[in-house]
């Protein structure tokens, strides 16, 4: 695998994650709620789940590599666990930039 190649597997991974926000405003669903529950509720609930999906699409199409300097995304990918990967995702690109120059210099 490529130094390229690498690069859009780790993110692809974290924008898939958020795909699945929507199925967690529906985990405390039950065949109760379903059968008293009342025209508000089953609102409301449409609401959100909307809103999530609408959520989930846009941060699946938009957590890219070169909206790394955004707020929002600093925002979601920060602390202990991203800031080294973002890190040397910034070195792997240093590099590909380094071994291109190499290259048509020679």
Known sequence: MTDSMKRPTTLLV???????LPLWTT????????QNGNIGLYILQIVITLL???IAVWLFRNIKYE??????FRLIFNGKEWSPV????ELLSHIDEYRIEN???K
Do not use: G, P, V
């Not at 985990?27 to 379903?34: A, V």
């Open 52 to 54: 999530f999906s609408f």
């Open 103 to 105: 290259k048509t210099a």
């Open 27 to 34: 985990f405390y669903w039950n065949k109760s709620m379903l």
């Open 86 to 89: 973002m890190k040397s995702m």
């Open 14 to 20: 974290a924008r898939l994650l958020f795909l699945q």
């Open 67 to 72: 909206n790394r300097e955004k707020k929002w």
